[in-house]
């Protein structure tokens, strides 16, 4: 496994349209795998393909559920919605204030290239809305109702 670069605001391939996974095989595999490892090294709970600079609609989330690696999620329900601080390993030191919804239903394919439903609420839900955001090239910024900077 290896570590990748996170790309930071700026970059434009955080604003690109990433493009559907069509096999599921051990390269895609890989790519979860190291951005797991990105992930968990950056101390973050979400990491989109886009911010490591591969435009595939693949995202890793870990909100304390464990972890899930989901390829070419979709938001298949929403419901509630919920404003709350959020931030974003591409965009260090910024936070802001995003409404979200409360409860979502994503389909997706797992690693070994089957469908599934995964049901999440509150920082899981969040989690999984802005990683799926990333894959359409939309950051947080570009929803938050106020942006707060600060150190760290
Ligand atoms: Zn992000």
Known sequence: M?????????????REKA???EK???AVRRLLDDMAETMYDARGIGLAAPQVGVTKRVIVVDAGQGLYQLINPEIIEA???????????SIPGVWGEVSRAVQVTVRALNREGETVE???EGLFARALQHEIDHLDGILF????LKIIRGGG
């Open 2 to 14: 290896a570590l990748f670069r996170i790309v930071t605001l700026g970059d434009p391939v955080l």
């Open 141 to 144: 910024i570009d929803r938050a």
């Open 24 to 26: 599921v095989n051990a």
């Open 118 to 120: 995964v049901e999440a």
């Open 79 to 89: 419901q509630g919605t919920e404003t709350d601080r959020e931030g974003c390993l």
């Open 19 to 21: 493009k559907p996974v």
